[in-house]
């Protein structure tokens, strides 16, 4: 069976950066998601597309493919006392903040200062070109009820 919409597929993947640096992998070993439904990266997901279980395979994904390009207008010089803990405020702290667009947004503490705390609300992957190494372990068809809600349910179904 190849991957195409609304196949579950079961792959082990390695994520590095250009150094080699390991950012992610698959924590037991496999991960599921389902094809179509936005779950991944467009990136990877075009990549797998057609491909069938056994498959292995190298994907060199590019910013605009994965995270986007960084975005200089989403560092904002925020007043400390917006915080209600300022002794909580490091560099590398994240916190949830509302978009331009009424969206949340994760933002990332990159510099604190004597008045002002600078966040950055790119992904941490923002910019970064993305290098998988993907075993491809399984494809089936999803249930009715995983392409209705968009994502893989576990063997013991899902509870919302």
């Known amino acids: 069976m190849h991957i195409g919409d609304q196949k579950v597929v079961t792959l082990h993947y390695t994520l590095t950066d250009n150094e080699g640096k390991v950012i992610d992998q698959s924590e037991d070993g496999s991960f599921a998601y389902l094809q179509g439904a936005g779950n991944i990266i467009p990136g990877l997901e075009n990549a797998l597309a057609g491909k069938s279980a056994g498959e292995e395979l190298s994907v060199n994904v590019s910013p605009e493919e994965a ?94």
Do not use: C, W
């Open 67 to 160: 995270y986007g390009v960084r975005d200089e207008s989403m560092l904002q010089q925020v007043p400390k006392n917006m915080f209600e803990d300022t002794g909580q405020i490091a560099i590398g702290t994240q916190f949830h903040a509302q978009g331009p667009n009424g969206e949340m947004l994760v933002v990332t503490v990159i510099e604190v200062q004597e008045e002002h705390v600078v966040v950055d609300g790119n992904h941490p992957l923002a910019g970064v070109e993305l290098n998988f190494d993907v075993k491809i372990i399984e494809v089936r068809d999803a249930s009715e009820e995983e392409v209705e809600h968009g994502h893989v349910h576990g063997p013991e179904g899902h509870h919302h």
